[in-house]
């Protein structure tokens, strides 16, 4: 398998690991120097950042705030790898001040929004759509040396088989775009072997990954996702990091709690020691 192609300002934990960052979704009743003493307090390496709205850094005052957050963030000894926005289209105004500002801090990746699938006209327009406006937003990207990541999404969401990002990214230079891949939302999307595929898709142009848990749960006769705290749900997560380590995929992991509960404190260290430990057999354990 081909190793991931990652940003060379992407910073790779000492021991040769990925770093293990907080989705700062699930710390958004803290505010910024609480939110940082607390995630280096558990144990986590950096922050995902949220630059979006209702997020820790709200997308108008980017330029403002960006800097604010990241210095209190790396003052406590945290890495800020990647950052996650709403931004879907060039011409959102928050477009180039938010890339503006993520390359003076040496900030490599972003998080892309989410493109819906439309009833009208159908399928192949709306992915052909889409792909013009990542290559809009990647172009003016690019010009601050910054890269991309399109996330995986069950439901609606352009980007749930992978294979219709791979459309997308067709002909993207890797170091412009790839994928903030999620095991969780690719075993929803397909349970049985469909996932392996999506991984096999996305790992060479891997550059974030999203882990989360699930299993299905029969609600009034309905069958729902049920979020769940890692290793409790359907996700093959030995599969899914050793995949990662024989890649050579070093970029940030970063960890969502959506589940109820997910967002405390004990919810926090509980899951990051399961990642901690999973990513440890992977990557540093003795290979026979």
């Known amino acids: ?3 991931a192609v990652l ?3 992407v910073a790779v934990h000492p021991s040769g690991r990925p770093s293990l960052c907080i989705f700062s979704k699930h710390m958004g009743h803290f505010q910024w120097e609480e939110m940082a003493a607390k995630a280096k307090e558990i144990g986590f390496d950096g922050v995902d950042l949220t630059v979006r709205p209702k997020g820790h850094v709200l997308p108008e005052r980017v330029t403002e705030d960006l800097p604010r957050a990241v210095e209190i963030i790396r003052k406590h000894g945290l890495s800020v790898p990647m950052i996650t926005t709403d931004l879907q289209d060039v011409s959102d105004p928050a477009a180039k001040p938010t890339f503006q500002a993520m ?3 040496g900030i490599p990746l972003f998080k892309l929004g989410y493109w819906r699938y439309k009833k009208e006209p159908n399928v192949l327009a709306t992915i052909a759509e889409c792909k013009r406006k990542f290559q809009a937003i990647t172009a003016l990207a690019g010009q601050y040396g910054l890269t991309a990541g399109l996330h995986n ?3 609606a969401d352009v980007g749930c088989s ?4 791979r459309e997308i990214l067709a002909g993207t230079d890797p170091k412009r775009g790839g994928y903030y891949f999620d095991p969780g939302h690719s075993v929803i999307e397909g349970g049985l072997f469909g996932w392996r595929v999506s991984l096999d898709i996305a790992l060479p142009q891997m550059k974030m990954t999203a882990i989360k848990d699930f299993y299905w749960e029969k609600v009034d006769g309905k069958w729902k996702i049920h979020w769940c705290p890692l290793g409790e749900g359907m996700v093959p997560w ?3 990091f050793g995949a990662f380590a024989k890649a050579g995929y070093t970029g940030p992991l970063s960890l969502h709690l959506e589940y109820p509960g997910g ?3 004990p919810s926090l260290r509980k899951d990051l020691e399961f990642m901690r430990k999973q990513v440890n057999i992977a990557y540093l354990s003795p290979k026979g």
């Open 103 to 105: 390359q003076k801090l």
């Open 238 to 240: 030995g599969d899914f």
């Open 1 to 3: 398998m081909t190793a």
């Open 263 to 265: 967002d405390d404190l």
């Open 153 to 155: 999404h069950s439901g």
């Open 162 to 165: 992978v294979w219709d990002y």
């Open 7 to 9: 940003p060379q300002a």
